[in-house]
């Protein structure tokens, strides 16, 4: 097989540089991560003309090689580095038809880099609405290049741009500009301290980190004898190289470009006027909101329960099927229940990501940063930050993975950091059972105490973000320039096959991401909660049966059982009242016998469970921190609920349910089942205003979610962060929790 | 009268003057802001700040605290009627 053409796509962001490259890979390309950062890598296999492949790579967008940020290093990095074994044979550079003169300036960049260039001009279906003319066989002798027409939309010219990459030996490598004019004296100099680099090269090389950071410097620092210029002398260099460059690009695009001005303007001004007005952006911005909101809240609702049920079934399937054992167990509790805890995701992290590409396809991502930036820059934040925040609500982990569009670190990194404290799906169930529990039933104003617990609890959620905001800006010493640049780009029909390709990648990228570690996470607590060294734990059965064949099953089940039986027998009899069916008072009481005895054996095996978690590892742990979470109002079991719903919040509800033994996960039998738990230090109920308040509190605002931790640690690429936030956001917890309990008790 | 891009009132015009040196950042430049370019303010977010503009062709939005940097020859509109 021949060798594969190594093409780089750079181009300026919003030029459609990934229409372009998904055009050429169509799905034969993956994501990852250039290694030790979270800047994400794209490669693709693209076929061309006779027989021939090339190996394509996707450079984060760059509207220079004067880097300012990670993304754009990784882009420098690469065209500098003769010897990464992705230096490109031939670069494709893809500028936007309407932003044309900016776009060249990256492309004489690369071409005085002696690098074999190709220019694509994308969008070229806008040129007669825009009133655009471009004479390209000029602009190619000017530009000594071939030049590629296309229209990602139209799908046109990408048969072309193939041919172009094929042919590349036959590009010219001549540069456009001798950028050395802008100081010969300095040049000269240089050219005479490495007579063996290529001058350009080497000028960039040394101004990488004028704006950003060094990177690839060993190759020059042994030579560092010679007399450097200071940064800010570098830094006018820079300056008149580009002014020297937007010369060279305004005198070809006279001759080769024309625009009528006329034709332009129109729909973006009025559009422009509407969505940043100061009533009816707001409000379209509101709408817009909600609209996600529903769709994460209640359409993702009918795929999730699928996929649970899914799971369920799944999950009963293996325990009937397969002989019972360790393995049995491992595979339907740890395994199961773990991919299940990460597939059960899916929908909200879909619908979210859908929205966002959508947002950002069309050109309205930037109108809305545009209006929240003043709003935001007090608390640390900046515009960008407002779509994490609140996609926080339905879930943190999409929300974080959002932040990636932020691209000041500072900035980024508070975002990610206070996310958690939205109120999230997760929490909803602890809440709605903790409220129905401890929160009378009265009204106040017509709104019942309930309803008005749950709204402050969310609005808790949402101002403890904003308060640890203001106090990271004030924290954090993290350099990193803070200005403000944003491209207002043109309004644009969304392409739904790039649409599709982001909600595919980010949706991968967390199942294999996040997921490895929930799953590990879920393998644990099993194991911890499946295993035991005591006797007690060892003969759990047989301690159980015997304490039943004694004593009888506990208090509560044998209530439980009584009631049910009671109603289903006048169930039986109303049914023959009503001539539903006809048997006799026989049939009748097998049937309830049958059913008693059905009862039983589940509140036995549920008490054997409960027995067997109680002297398990997780058991002696959650009685190890009972002198701990006592003084919270807790019990050893609330506090094996804690450490289970460690993995996700939610596991709080599930966890009650094993420990005390109720039948199912029906959230009445539970409340019913934890109203009636006395706690054996007070004699009082355990669930009172003061525990549950506290509670409350607590899950408020403890990082109790392994999977944000996974996340976070993805998106920052150390555990530092991830660790700073579940120390901090625990202890803030308890302590919160504790003056709670304390006050009310 | 001197003004700068901060001053500019929507749909006015000026052309950028030369600047000193370091007080842009280079993404600025990149993006158009050059001395002898054209500039016309289309927008102001609702509370003032960011603003957005129109410079040589790019549309953007920066802050108003770097658009104060920016200093102008006002285009008299009346010239172009």
Redesign the interface.
């Known amino acids: 097989m021949s060798k594969q053409i190594k093409v780089a796509l750079i181009g300026n962001p919003n030029t459609g540089k990934t229409s372009v490259f998904n055009q050429l890979t169509g799905l034969n390309q993956k994501v990852g991560n250039y290694p030790g950062i979270t800047v994400e890598k794209k490669e693709g296999v693209c076929k061309l003309p006779r027989g021939v492949k090339a190996h394509i790579i996707d450079l984060p967008g760059t509207y220079s090689l004067n880097t300012t940020s990670l993304d754009e290093s990784v882009a420098v990095e690469l065209l500098l580095n003769k010897n990464d074994k992705d230096f490109p044979d031939v670069a494709v550079v893809v500028a936007d038809v309407e932003n044309l003169k900016r776009n060249l300036l990256l492309f004489t960049q690369i071409k005085d880099l002696k690098i074999p260039t190709i220019l694509v001009i994308n969008m070229a279906d806008r040129m007669s609405r825009k009133g655009i003319t471009i004479d390209i066989p000029l602009l190619e002798e000017k530009l000594n290049t071939k030049i590629a027409l296309v229209s990602t939309r139209k799908k046109i010219g990408i048969e072309k741009l193939r041919e172009l990459i094929t042919d590349y030996k036959s590009l010219s490598i001549e540069p456009n500009i001798d950028a050395t004019v802008i100081s010969p004296e300095y040049f000269d100099r240089l050219r005479s301290a490495f007579p063996k680099e290529d001058i350009y090269k080497l000028w960039l090389v040394i101004t990488q980190d004028v704006n950003f950071m060094p990177i690839e410097k060993t190759l020059y620092q042994n030579a560092a004898s010679f007399a450097t210029k200071s940064k800010p002398e570098l830094k006018r260099l820079q300056q008149k190289e580009t002014i020297l460059r937007y010369q060279f690009i305004n005198g070809i695009l006279k001759q080769a470009h024309k625009v009528d001005l006329n034709a332009a303007k129109g729909l973006r001004a009025s559009l422009d006027k509407l969505l940043t007005h100061k009533v009816f952006g707001y409000l379209i911005f509101f709408l817009i909101l909600l609209t996600i909101f529903q769709a994460i809240y209640v359409w993702s609702a009918y795929p999730m329960e699928f996929i649970e049920n899914s799971f369920a079934s799944a999950t009963e399937w293996v325990e009937n099927s397969l002989p019972p054992g360790v393995f049995t167990d491992l595979l339907a509790e740890g395994i199961l229940a773990g991919i299940g805890g990460i597939v059960i995701f899916i929908p909200q992290i879909a619908f979210l990501f859908l929205f966002i590409s959508l947002l950002e396809e069309t050109g309205y991502m930037s109108r809305v940063v545009f209006l929240m930036d003043r709003l935001m820059r007090p608390f640390g934040l900046s515009g960008k930050s407002i779509v994490p925040l609140i996609s926080g609500t339905a879930c943190a982990i999409p929300a974080i993975m959002a932040t990636r569009t932020i691209e000041n670190w500072k900035e980024r990194l508070i975002t990610i950091l206070v996310t958690p404290f939205t109120t999230c799906s997760a929490r909803l169930p602890v809440y709605l059972i903790i409220i129905t529990l401890v929160i009378p039933d009265g009204r106040f104003f017509g709104l019942s105490y309930q309803a008005l617990t749950l709204m402050l609890l969310y609005l808790l959620g949402f101002f403890t973000a904003i308060i640890s905001a203001m106090i990271l800006n004030k924290i954090l010493k993290i350099k990193s320039k803070s200005f403000f640049v944003i491209e207002m780009p043109n309004y644009k029909l969304p392409l739904l096959k790039n649409v599709a390709y982001t909600v595919l990648e980010k949706t991968k990228s967390f199942v294999f991401g996040a997921g490895k570690i929930i799953l590990a996470i879920s393998i644990i607590l099993w194991f911890l909660g499946s295993n035991g060294i005591s006797n007690e734990f060892k003969n759990a059965e047989e301690i159980v049966t015997n304490k039943i064949n004694i004593s009888g099953l506990s208090d509560f089940n044998q209530h439980a059982i009584a009631s049910e039986l009671a109603s289903y027998e006048r169930a039986l009899n109303d049914s023959i009242i009503e001539k539903v069916y006809t048997i006799d008072q026989l049939a009748i009481a097998d049937s309830i016998t049958a059913k008693s005895a059905n009862l039983f054996e589940h509140a036995k095996r549920q008490e054997i469970s409960s027995f067997k978690l109680e002297n398990s590892y997780m058991g002696y742990m959650g009685k190890a921190i009972t002198p701990i979470v006592e003084p919270l109002g807790y019990d050893w079991k609330i506090g094996i609920a804690i450490l289970t719903s460690f993995a996700a919040r939610e596991v709080f509800v599930g966890t009650l349910a094993t420990i005390y033994s109720v039948g199912s996960d029906e959230e009445e039998t539970i409340t019913n089942r934890m109203a009636a738990e006395i706690n054996p230090a007070t004699q009082m109920p355990l669930f009172n205003l003061a525990s549950g308040i506290s509670l409350l509190l607590f899950y408020a605002f403890a990082m109790q979610c392994a999977s944000t931790l996974a996340v976070v640690k993805k998106e920052t690429n150390t555990w530092k962060w991830p660790m700073a936030q579940l120390i901090f956001m625990s202890v803030f917890a308890y302590i919160v929790s504790l003056i709670a309990y304390q006050i009310l008790k | 009268m001197i003004k700068t891009v901060a001053q500019l009132k929507r749909g006015e015009r000026g052309i950028i003057k030369e600047f000193a ?2 007080i842009l ?8 802001c ?2 002898g370019n054209e500039v016309e303010l ?2 102001v ?6 603003i ?1 503009i129109n410079v ?8 108003r605290a ?1 658009a104060e940097l920016i200093d102008l020859e006002i285009i008299d509109n009346t010239t172009f009627l």
């Open positions: 040196d370091d950042p280079i993404k600025l430049l990149e993006l158009g050059l001395p289309l927008q977010a609702p509370l003032k700040d960011p957005y040589n062709g790019s549309h953007i939005a920066i802050r770097m």
